[in-house]
């Protein structure tokens, strides 16, 4: 099985598109992850680039594009309309936070169904990420969409579950596991009991953490080896200011987010 690895437009800071696509082909990443432009122009543009730097594409999407007040069927088109312009880019597959989590069961699974049905019509593979204030923000719901939805995939951000259940889930491995069936990506972001993402990965007081995410994510490499995937797709994801903390009174990150993930990258190089 061949890895691949991801780095998100999330929270890069260079002065242009060419120039955040630049640094990533350099810094040793295989692939981008962002949502697609809603202009013919900057699709075009990003199409451009990503053959000039033989990087792949993963498409990445909100079915509620973050509009408020927005229903069932907002999620549905919206999701369509984002899933058509990661299909012009040649997107590898789409990476979708998908649903509400004050939408019932019903609700959420009929957004599903629908995105995964107009996925596979216009041939693209969706998985459906592990997110706080989506379906997937609690073990027991996602374990609930499963079994609603057999043919459910995953994307692994675990760091959610963290912060939601203010653990490192170990009262729950047995359901994590049942989870990491049906997960093909991983988001390498490390949780904790109290937020989704630890101050620095670098830091010796981070050990647990760390070890724990890094259980959970050599399962799921393990399970996709079993299955003979060809290429496993993982994405160092620590964030910008917001969910990385900030110093008081100046709001600065207290660490260099791409230092972050580049430090991500070469441990998850090093180990897969």
Known sequence: ??????????????????????KIKEGGFDAIEVRASFEADERAEMKELLNKYELEFI??????????????????DYSKEQLDNHKELNAIFVNSHTGKDYFTLAENA?????????????????????????????????????????????????????CVHESLLQNQQERVE???????????RVGHEQGPQ?????????KNAM????????HIVDLNKKRRVDSFYICPEFGPAGYMPTLPLSNEPITNLWDVNHHMLGLLKERY
């Open 59 to 76: 498409g990445q999407q909100h079915s509620d594009l973050f509009r408020a007040r927005a229903t069932v069927q907002d999620h549905i």
């Open 211 to 218: 070890e724990a995410h890094f259980s959970w994510w050599d």
């Open 1 to 22: 099985m061949k890895f691949k690895f991801v780095r998100g437009l999330w929270g890069m800071a260079e002065h242009s598109l060419e120039a955040n696509l630049k």
């Open 198 to 206: 630890i101050n620095d990965p670098r830091c010796p007081h981070n």
């Open 178 to 188: 049942k989870a990491m069936e049906r997960c093909d990506y991983i988001h390498a």
């Open 110 to 162: 009929k957004i599903i169904r629908e995105i995964n049905a107009y996925a596979d019509a216009i041939d693209l593979k969706v998985v459906h990420e592990v997110h706080r204030g989506r379906f997937s923000f609690s073990i027991n719901t996602t374990l609930e969409m499963m079994e609603e939805i057999p043919e459910l995939r995953l994307n692994a951000d675990f760091s959610h579950w963290c």
